[in-house]
């Protein structure tokens, strides 16, 4: 199957850590992605991770990849308001012809 | 510079017409895609062309119709539009159809609404 799964909704409070989560089904998936979609604005690639990784950091951004759960995630550290957005994984497949699966997306909310 | 971008960004149609979105990358690369964001922000892959090819075809209406005229092209044309086309249509490329590295890149939408 290609059901990669999020949870609809996260609140933080501005400076905390955000942690988002996101479950896949397929185990032949190559790369995993994270993108950020603001409102009203396309989406931005944040970060990937190659299956072969366990963590991928990159400044606030820490991906974690625990592949034998299927189970990836994405930590902001010090979240700003400007963090607010709908958050996509995402996952591609060997032999899918470079096609992404997308999660249904996490809507983050920085509150002050 | 924009890297993918596409055109118009908002576009209200009535039912029954035809329309077309355009989408050109300047990164140089040989694949590229559409993508459509319904309602519920749920994304899906439509198209998807290497080299001006037709790779992926994601059990799409046939009253959408993409066209690549080079490499660095995907229009979509859309016939006898209905109420339930009225979404996001995101264009995206990359450098390849496979292999490994490949990061896929997107323009900022066009916003169709079919009233």
């Keep these: 199957g290609e059901d990669v799964e999020q949870s609809l909704f996260l609140s933080v409070r501005e400076g905390d850590s955000s942690v988002i989560n996101c479950t896949y089904t ?12 603001e409102p009203g604005a396309g989406l931005q690639l944040l970060t990937y991770i190659f299956s072969n990784m366990d963590m991928k950091q990159d ?3 820490t991906v974690l990849l625990n592949k034998k759960d299927k189970h990836l995630s994405l930590r902001i550290a010090d979240t700003q308001t400007g963090d607010s957005a709908i958050y ?8 899918g012809g470079n096609k992404l699966t997308f999660g249904t997306g996490t809507q983050l909310k920085v509150e002050l | 510079d924009t890297a993918v971008s596409q055109t118009p960004k908002y576009l209200v149609t ?36 290497n080299n001006k090819e037709l ?28 109420l339930g086309d009225s979404a996001v249509y ?9 292999g490994s590295g490949n990061t896929i890149y997107f323009g900022e939408g066009s916003w169709l609404t079919v009233v």
């Excluded at chain 2, 092209?73 to 859309?78: A, E, S």
């Design chain 1, 26 to 37: 397929d185990s032949s998936s190559t790369y995993l992605y994270w993108y950020k979609q």
């Design chain 1, 59 to 61: 400044q606030r951004l």
């Design chain 1, 88 to 95: 996509f994984c995402a996952e591609r497949f060997t032999g």
């Design chain 2, 14 to 49: 009535q039912m029954g017409n035809d329309k077309s979105i355009k989408c050109e990358q300047n990164l140089g690369h040989d694949t590229m895609y559409w993508y459509k964001q319904d309602s519920k922000k749920f994304l899906k892959i439509m198209f998807s062309y």
């Design chain 2, 55 to 82: 790779i992926i075809n994601e059990t799409v209406p046939n009253r959408f119709s993409p066209k690549s005229p080079d490499k660095a092209h995907l229009n979509l044309h859309i016939n006898s539009l209905e």
């Design chain 2, 90 to 98: 995101f264009c995206a490329s990359s450098q390849g159809s496979t």
